[in-house]
């Protein structure tokens, strides 16, 4: 046999030897497949008879249900026969029962009208209007009874409301006094303050026209004017003064101008921070710069701003008390005496200046209302209106909120300044030393030298015939030429 037949002869050997296990293995495939599906039909057998048992079990239970209904269904019925029976007999008796009682009426009714001498309809007449009279006199009495109570309750509720409010919301005392106090760091402060004989002392009080008071033995040094603006402007004079330490004219001069140019920002400052004490939110700037300004009014010697803050706080108690809206009182409160800053070059009250102000600026028509009412110049449109009305009465009416000494003096400066400026040539006057003193600045190309004394003489005689004054007004008139260069 050749290599090649061996070959063909291993190959056809490997060929049945590996159908031979193919068959094997198909043969023992084929009987796992026979076992696996006799167990799944005799699973599926069981749970056929299980089913089945279960079916026959249900079917036991309704058929014993539908008897348990049929024979509830039959007693119902029986039950409803003797219920419409028994209703049947009710019907019959109560018809008897009512025909009896209405032979019993007719014959009371007949023996009424014998005994009395009336007819059915006079005796229902005459008992109808004795009726309604005691009727009317009951409810007459309890009428006022429940006014009287009512009256009693109310005056005792709002005694309540108002003292609580003002009680637990009213800030100290708002009075404003005419001089202000500013500490010094270090005592060597004081000379230089002065100056070199008093030069410093002279040129702050011709600047900024506030008194300046410096005493021996004192840590704090005294401004003092009736205008709350020139004061605040030569506070901030003089504390910028003190920080830097350089005090000489020159110096005190730039330190004032500066003060006047921040003047915009401590208002809204001071805008900002008396919206947030009153708990107002969401004010337009050209509002927080009015009320701002407030600072530096007065009434009868109350702070305008610190009353305004006050009113707030008082309008929003008073609202939550009586279940108005507290933010809508807030707010008006808080504006209501807004048009003070602007009322003398807009016209009119204060209260309209206000609401035209506040109207300009979008607030809504309950805030302008209030504001616009709170001297009754209009009719006021809500509640909140009223309450802005009591709280603005209960802040500047509590004892010690409000004299009027203050305004009688600074009435009398201005009317001592007025006299001065009214003469030509002068461009500036100061009221010094509670009105002892007037300072005058003129014009040097208006007034000469020459013309100084005789005008001084003038304003005197001007200022005897205007004002009654106690004591003796010294007046100063002031002609100063500067000439400026600047080398480059």
């Given amino acids: 046999m050749t290599g090649a037949e061996l070959g063909t002869l291993l190959a056809l050997l490997v060929t049945c030897l590996v159908a031979l296990l193919l068959v094997q293995t198909a043969r023992r495939e084929a009987a796992a497949v026979r076992s696996r599906a006799a167990a799944d039909v005799d699973e599926l057998r069981n749970d056929t008879r299980r089913r089945d048992d279960e079916s026959r079990v249900r079917l036991d239970e309704a058929r014993a249900l539908e008897k348990d209904l049929s024979s509830r269904r039959a007693r119902l019925e029986e039950a409803e026969e003797r219920l419409q029976a028994l209703a049947a007999q009710a019907v019959v008796d109560a018809a008897g029962a009512a025909a009896e009682r209405g032979r019993l009426r007719d014959d009371l009714v007949r023996e009424l009208e014998e005994s009395s001498g009336l007819s059915r309809e006079q005796a229902v007449a005459r008992l109808s209007e004795v009726l309604r009279a005691d009727a009317e006199h009951e409810a007459s009495g309890a009428v006022r009874r429940v006014e009287a109570a009512a009256r009693r309750t109310a005056d005792q509720s709002a005694r309540r409301i108002v003292a609580t409010a003002v009680q637990r919301l009213s800030v100290p005392t708002s009075s404003a006094v005419a001089v202000t106090i500013v500490p010094l760091p270090t005592d060597d402060l004081r000379g230089r303050i002065i100056g070199r004989e008093g030069r410093n002392i002279r040129t702050f009080e011709a600047v900024t026209g506030v008194n300046l008071l410096v005493e021996d033995d004192s840590s704090t040094v005294q401004l003092s004017s009736f205008d709350a603006e020139r004061r605040e402007v030569a506070q901030a004079t003089l504390q910028a003064l003190i920080d830097d330490g350089r005090i000489h004219p020159q110096r005190i001069e730039s330190a004032y101008a500066q003060a006047l140019a921040d003047a915009p920002a401590r208002t809204a400052a001071a805008g900002h921070d008396a919206a947030e004490r009153a708990g107002v939110a969401r004010l337009p700037h050209e509002l927080v710069l009015a009320v701002g300004a407030l600072r530096h009014r007065t009434s009868y010697g109350q702070s305008v701003l610190e009353h305004s803050v006050e009113t707030a706080l008082v309008a929003a108690s008073l609202a939550a008390e009586v279940g108005a809206d507290v933010e809508t009182a807030r ?89 001065a400026v009214a003469h030509p040539g002068v461009t500036r006057a100061l009221a010094l030393a509670s009105g002892h003193e007037l300072r005058v600045v003129v014009e040097p190309s208006a007034v000469t030298d020459d013309d100084l004394p005789g005008l001084a003489r003038d304003i005197a005689k001007d200022i005897e015939a205007a004002l009654s004054y106690p004591g003796e007004i010294s007046i100063t008139v002031v002609r100063e030429l500067r000439a400026q260069a600047t080398a480059g």
């Fill in 331 to 419: 707010r008006a409160a808080f504006l209501h005496d807004v048009g003070k800053g602007v009322s003398a070059s807009a016209g009119g009250s204060h209260a309209a200046a206000g609401a035209r102000l506040l109207s300009a600026a979008g607030e809504t028509h309950a805030v302008v209302n209030a504001v616009a009412a709170h001297h009754d110049e209009v009719p006021a449109e809500t509640v909140e209106a009223v309450l802005v009305q009591a709280a603005d009465a209960c802040s500047a009416a509590r004892p010690g909120a409000r004299r009027d000494e203050l305004d009688r003096y600074v009435e009398r400066m201005e009317r001592l300044e007025g006299v």
